[in-house]
């Protein structure tokens, strides 16, 4: 029929898309991830190897000029040397908590020395744990600063070159702040705490006071710099690079490395909200002080000293003599775990802070999907397990529409008979037999839409599940059982090593385990509960449709694999039953029947 010519077609033109964005783009990713991952040790050693003599810190605005007014610049150098060295080139202070352990750098009061304790590089637990923040003069530079700028009467102000002393506290822990102090020349003393949750935020509080004879205006800055991008390429399915929200009322602002590369980007100058720069799993963000103004940009600096950095200038606060004034900043520096991302939103008023977190579009269906998959998670202990209650509980709540569609499919080929002598009688009349195939949808009150309504509705469901898959934090190196140890990476197995016999890695192209397989013989049973088309176009599809989506998840994160599969095999018992109840006959074991029952041979 043509309704059925069309509905093949766009399953076509959509299976087509996907096999592109498949071959040329997630594959190349994919080949990058792993060279990506084969070279970390390599890279580490390399750094190991490297030697020079300073630790320069560099510009905070570089050769442009800033937002507003300039902010304090340090020694743009390009020596390089090896983390270990540089974290033994100046006075430190201990980080121990129980996320994270490192150290705050008392040049800059920087917060350049940070690890994450319950995250390790690969899915082996005796690998290096996940390195988040490293010392500026390092390859991967990465750090906080939070400054201060005022005129030349006001003194030097505390900067990138400053040196802190450590006069409260021997080690920053949840339970002890540390203090450090610093008095410039003007006669104004400030005196910084620092302290820590049991998790990831940081909140740094300055005591400013003013003990000289005239009045003193200071601004406030903050900056996140780091010297490279990831090494991993972005995918269009999550954020990756500049992100804030501009103001207490403010929408979510993103700015890929890319753009930036291009052109810096100024926000509107506001007050309330957070700028920051994320990973796919770990971000790092500042939160001003949310009572007074302040301008911020997302900028890339090439002034001898490449490097990335979102930034802020607030409007300052002026101090009379004899006067002091607090300044509060909090900074977030770990990883992005829904729970505790959603606390700082919640308990300390941050605007927005949960959007640190890449929902996506659907983030009315993806975060309560998260919730429902994180509470079988802490019922079965296993996210394999919650993704399968998962789908579950979606085809439960499905399940009117699909028992919609499921009928509308019955009912039309229950009309199949009269379909065949209306085109016998109609012949090549192709608009009477339009006419007449809608009258007799009328009488038989069948609505041929009814049956795709339901399909489209679920897509965003399934981009959803793709989304908390591949996104959160929660999904990385989660096992399910057996050989699959990371539901978030492909299944490593693949037919063309015979999964795993052989002692070569399969070509992501042609990398094939045995989840997409399962997934693909349930998606193959599936079609097989409908008549094969006669149309041998039509047909052709409906035989390779299943082969060609298997490929194509072949490169799929294992959870999602394992949802398709379930949800085919929940779909074939949820329409048997619905077939059988609108009497019309299950085609499955008659198909399979016919597919492979031998021909006769030709009789010559």
């Given amino acids: 029929m043509e309704k059925n010519r069309n509905y093949l077609l766009a399953i076509v033109l959509s299976v087509a898309i996907i096999a592109v964005w498949q071959i040329f783009y997630m594959n190349p990713r994919l080949e990058a991830q792993r060279a990506a991952q084969e070279a970390q040790q390599a890279k580490i050693a390399e750094q190991q190897k490297t030697t020079a003599s300073s630790d320069a810190a560099p510009a905070v605005a570089g050769a ?331 085809k439960a709540l499905f399940f009117p529409l699909a028992s919609k569609q499921y009928a509308s499919m019955a009912n039309m080929k229950r009309m199949q008979p009269k379909m065949e002598e209306l085109k016998k009688k109609f012949g090549d009349d192709r608009m009477g037999l339009q006419q007449a195939t809608m009258q007799l949808y009328k009488e038989e009150k069948i609505n041929p839409v009814a049956g795709c309504w339901p399909v489209l509705l679920q897509i965003p469901v399934f981009f959803s599940l793709y989304k908390v898959i591949y996104v959160t934090i929660e999904m990385r190196h989660a096992p399910f059982f057996g050989w699959i140890r990371d539901l978030s990476a492909p299944d490593p197995t693949s037919f063309v090593n015979l999964f795993g016999l052989l002692p070569f890695e399969a070509p992501t192209a042609l990398h094939l385990g045995i989840w997409p397989i399962i997934m693909g013989i349930t998606m193959f049973l599936q079609m097989r509960m409908n008549p094969t088309p006669p149309d041998p176009a039509q047909k052709m599809i409906f035989t390779w449709m299943p082969v060609v989506f298997t490929f194509m998840l072949g490169s799929f994160p294992a959870g999602l694999v394992i949802y398709w599969a379930w949800n085919n095999t929940l779909s074939i018992i949820q329409q048997s039953i619905i077939m059988r109840r609108h009497g019309v006959k299950v085609e499955l074991f008659d198909n399979l029947k016919t597919l492979f029952r031998r021909k006769p041979k030709p009789a010559e």
């Avoid at 890319?258 to 790092?284: C, M, R």
């Avoid at 890339?300 to 006067?323: C, E, L, N």
Wanted: charged share 20%.
């Fill in 64 to 394: 442009d000029k800033p937002v507003a007014g300039a902010l304090p610049a340090g020694a743009a150098g390009t020596e390089k040397i090896s983390r270990e060295a540089a974290l033994t080139a100046a006075p430190r202070v201990a980080i121990d908590t129980p996320d994270l352990k490192g150290s705050i750098n008392l040049v800059g009061a920087r917060l350049d020395d940070l690890e994450l304790k319950g995250y390790h590089e690969t899915v082996d637990k005796s690998s290096p744990i996940i390195t988040l923040l490293s010392p500026a003069n390092t390859k991967d530079g990465y750090f906080a600063e939070l400054g201060y700028i005022a005129d030349s009467a006001a003194g030097k102000m505390p900067g990138p070159t400053t040196e802190w002393t450590l006069s409260k506290g021997d080690k920053l822990t949840p339970t002890t702040p540390v203090e450090l102090t610093y008095t410039n020349d003007a006669g104004i003393t400030f005196v910084r705490t620092i302290s820590v949750d049991d998790h990831y935020m940081f909140t740094v509080k300055d005591k400013i006071e003013n003990a000289g004879s005239a009045p003193v205006s200071i601004a406030g800055y903050g900056r996140i710099t780091r010297n490279n991008k990831p090494d991993d390429r972005s995918t269009y399915v999550l954020h990756e690079g500049f992100l804030g929200v501009i103001g207490t009322d403010g929408s979510l602002v993103e700015e890929k490395y890319s753009a930036i590369e291009k052109e810096n980007y100024v926000n509107p100058k506001a007050t309330g909200g957070w700028i920051g720069i994320t990973d796919k799993y770990w971000a790092t963000a500042i939160v001003p002080p949310q009572t007074i103004a302040f301008d911020s940009r997302f900028s890339h600096f090439t002034d001898g000293k490449p490097r990335f950095q979102a930034d802020y200038k607030d409007d300052g606060v002026t101090i009379a003599p004899g006067q002091s004034t607090q300044v509060i900043n909090m900074v977030f520096a770990g990883a992005k775990e829904v729970p505790v991302v959603n606390s700082y939103a919640d308990n300390m008023h941050i605007t927005k802070f949960d959007k640190l977190i890449d929902w996506g579009w659907f983030y009315f269906i993806t975060k309560p999907m998260f919730a429902v998959m994180d509470f079988f998670y802490k019922f079965f202990g296993n996210f394999g397990v919650a993704i399968l209650m998962t789908t579950i509980v979606v």
